[in-house]
């Protein structure tokens, strides 16, 4: 399995706090992704890394923001949080050429009460 | 348009039917593609990766490329019920970096 651990699993937490996501690898990948997965939507990209200190928005990145700043950690932070963005994260890592695979983190269930 | 779009299913095939699932992509110049499976609750997982156009077979799975019509496809040969998961065609588009967009996935129940 690809070294790539997602933390925490699981978190339920209120309305409007912030939350942070951690995503931790030991490949050395280049890239790094965050995607919520919803039931009908299939995995959409928030925001994902093509180096350190280097982010780029994905196409549902509204109320979310990261940082890289170590190659292996990337952080996904929910500034305050909503119910809307209950669901279930994951991390992906790839490597830096066009012809490569993403790897998978095990998710995050995130309930928003 | 969705830049990767799949037809949601869900697809039930009997057990050792062909499972055919198709994808199509909106950017012309993508050149990697990919197709993942999913179980219930797990992370997805690697299945095939097509880069020239044609088919590629590996096993009991075919992935075919059609670049001119942006259409990939995967083939499920002698279907299992181990076959029963959501199949997500995935594509590596270059906009600075590069993104890997995936699709909303199919969902195949393999019936024994």
């Known amino acids: 399995d690809a070294g790539i651990t997602q933390s925490p699993r699981h978190k339920v937490t209120e309305t409007g706090t912030p939350v942070t996501l951690r995503c931790h690898q030991t490949?050395?990948?280049?890239?790094m992704y965050w995607y919520r997965q919803d039931p009908g939507h299939g995995l959409r990209l928030i925001h994902y890394?093509?180096?350190?200190?280097?982010?780029d928005k994905g196409e549902v990145s509204d109320g979310y923001s990261v940082s890289r700043s170590k190659t292996e950690d990337f952080l996904l932070t929910l500034e305050s949080a909503t119910s809307s963005q209950t669901s279930v994260y994951f991390c992906a890592i790839r490597e830096g050429t066009e012809l490569t695979e993403a790897f998978f983190g095990q998710g995050t269930r995130l309930t928003v009460v | 348009q969705k830049e990767v779009e799949q037809n949601s299913g869900p697809l039930s095939v009997p057990e050792g039917a062909i499972a055919s699932l198709n994808c199509t992509y909106s950017?012309?110049?993508?050149?990697?593609f990919f197709w993942y499976r999913q179980y219930s609750g797990k992370s997805p997982e690697l299945i095939m990766s097509?880069?020239?156009?044609g088919d590629k077979e590996d096993g009991r799975f075919t992935a075919q490329l059609n670049k001119a019509s942006q259409y990939v496809s995967l083939l499920i040969r002698d279907s299992q019920p181990s076959d029963s998961a959501t199949y997500l065609c995935?594509?590596?588009?270059?906009?600075?970096?590069?993104?890997?967009?995936f699709g909303a996935g199919t969902r195949l129940f393999v019936k024994a």
């Open positions: 097509i880069y020239s156009n």
């Open positions: 950017d012309r110049v993508s050149q990697s």
């Open positions: 490949e050395n990948h280049r890239y």
């Open positions: 995935a594509v590596n588009r270059r906009t600075g970096g590069f993104k890997t967009i």
């Open positions: 890394s093509y180096g350190v200190k280097d982010t």
